[in-house]
Nanobody, 120 residues
């Protein structure tokens, strides 16, 4: 089993920046893709960004040019640097990771979520 723990959310004004972190721990042999999703009240969870274990990245159109995803493989941690935040970025942000356990089984894990609130 593995766990994902997010941190870094908060309340900021429009135009500000935040950096989210998500650390994986537990029975980990390797981590494949890591990503971020978000869910605003009344909306479905939506994709924000992902990064492969090779460093390739992909972004939702809403995140391109403002958000940057990165990872530290030595720390089993993925980051989301969010700049020029807008009120519409307000949501609970969830970390997601495809983890290969020591047993070599592969599972997808989700963090508990961290709230990001952007005021206008």
């Amino acid at each position: 089993q593995a766990q994902l723990v997010e941190s870094g959310g908060g309340l900021v004004q429009a135009g500000a920046s935040l950096r989210l972190s998500c650390a994986a721990s537990g029975s980990i042999f390797s981590i494949n893709t890591m990503g971020w999703y978000r869910q605003a009240p009344g909306n479905q969870r939506e994709f924000v960004a992902l990064i492969t274990n090779g460093g390739s990245t992909m972004y939702a159109d809403s995140a391109k040019g403002r958000f940057t995803i990165s990872r530290d493989n030595a720390k089993n941690t993925v980051y989301l640097q969010m700049n020029s935040l807008k009120p519409e970025d307000t949501a609970v942000y969830y970390c997601n990771a495809e983890i290969r356990a020591v047993s070599r089984s592969i599972s997808t894990y989700w963090g508990q979520g961290t709230q990001v609130t952007v005021s206008s």
